[in-house]
């Protein structure tokens, strides 16, 4: 059986010019960017035009980009950074029940050491309300934080009007673009962030790498202390190989035309599942508001993982988790209100640039007629 990938929310290949880029960089470029001399100096000046690469795509300077390890060191930076920078307690961050772990986590860490943490609901397409936002914000609401695209299920949050309320009130706004760089416009300014989290390997470029975006005068204290890198606000020799990687990423991203394409095969593909299918399949998410190459579905009164488990070759991702041996409901299908019943039969198609159309011809089939034979 042949291998089709439908899993590039979960992470995406490495674009041959991504690596062409790295690759150059490895065999070359070796020096410590810190370094004054000549090979620190070809280091710096790799660093510095990759800062500026990923500051183009997003609209903002490159001394407003903090190279990081990832996402999840991003949005750590976003929260902890903004809760060590206010030393005189108490401080109330505004988040969604439906963030990734990487904001999830880290709240729930800080709510031990006496932060006060609302968890925003959604309706049942995904999306927030930007007055639930306002009617949440009080005297010590210090961050907001809420995603750009859920990974899941694609909803597209309504940021700008949130970030709007968040800086009628003075209050920082971050979001988690993670799944939403390189899909659909991220311009910092339109959306009106004060921070914005990058990650490099939703992006088709490697692991290990990703950005922070911090307008400037945006007060936060540092994850890592130690020599001033990054202007002082991220500790720790950076690698210019793997900023290269992300700068390439970046460059190519600028050009969005290939998404109407994938948003053609997402849209077959759930075309072709539900004509065959009938009521048997529900969409899960906002019809609309949406991540072009990301489909969620649930086969009521079946499980994902069974689906999945059918369509040997097929990678994609279900809605549901295994914890301790016990299969339980994604959190985010949860906070949608979508039953058990609907919910545990989630599947997550999310397609990339290398998506054809036979693949998706061929998984429609496939489920189709696994569905309908059992």
């Not at 990923?54 to 950074?81: D, M, W």
């Not at 339109?190 to 922070?212: F, R």
């Not at 529900?282 to 499980?303: D, K």
Request: aromatic share 4%; proline share 5%; glycine share 10%.
């Amino acid at each position: 059986m042949r291998r089709i990938y439908l899993d590039y929310n979960a992470s995406t290949p490495l674009d041959p010019g991504v690596a062409q880029a790295m690759r150059s960089v490895l065999e070359d470029s070796y020096g410590n960017p810190s370094s004054a001399h000549w090979a620190g100096r070809a280091a710096k000046q790799i660093l510095e035009e990759a800062r500026a690469d990923v500051a183009l795509l997003i609209g903002c300077t490159p001394a407003e980009i903090v190279f990081t390890s990832g996402g999840s060191e991003a949005n750590n930076l976003a929260l902890k950074g903004t809760f060590y920078s206010r030393p005189n307690p108490p401080v109330h961050i505004i988040t969604t029940q439906i963030e990734h772990p990487a904001i999830l986590e880290p709240c729930r860490f800080l709510s031990q050491l006496g932060a006060q943490i609302t968890y925003l609901p959604v309706d049942s397409t995904g999306l927030v309300d930007p007055d639930d936002v306002r009617r949440a914000i009080t005297s010590a609401t210090r961050l907001i934080s809420i995603m750009h695209a859920n990974s899941e299920v694609g909803t597209i949050q309504p940021i700008g009007a949130c970030a709007e309320v968040a800086r009628d009130h003075g209050i920082p706004f971050h979001t988690d673009a993670a799944q939403s760089v390189g899909k659909i416009p991220t311009r910092v300014d339109e959306l009106g962030v004060a921070m914005l989290s990058v990650v490099g390997h939703k992006l088709y470029a490697p692991k290990g790498i990703g950005a922070l975006y911090i307008r400037a005068g945006t007060k936060l204290e540092p994850l890592i202390h130690g020599a001033g890198h990054e202007g002082g606000r991220r500790a720790g020799t950076e690698s210019a190989m793997l900023a290269a990687g992300l700068a390439a990423a970046c460059r190519l991203a600028t050009d969005l035309a290939w998404t109407e394409r994938v948003r053609a095969l997402r849209d077959q593909l759930w075309s072709s599942l539900h004509t065959r299918l009938g009521n048997r399949v529900v969409l899960n998410g906002h019809p609309e508001r949406r991540l072009p190459n990301t489909l969620n579905v649930s086969f009521v009164g079946r499980a994902g993982g069974d689906i999945l488990a059918a369509l040997e070759g097929v990678a994609a991702s279900t809605g549901s988790a295994c914890h301790s041996g016990r299969v339980e409901l994604s959190p985010v299908l949860r906070a949608m209100g979508i039953t058990e019943h609907v919910g545990m039969g989630a599947v997550r198609f999310s397609l990339g640039r290398a998506t054809t159309a036979n693949e998706i011809t061929e998984v429609a089939d496939r489920v189709s007629d696994f569905l309908l034979r059992s």
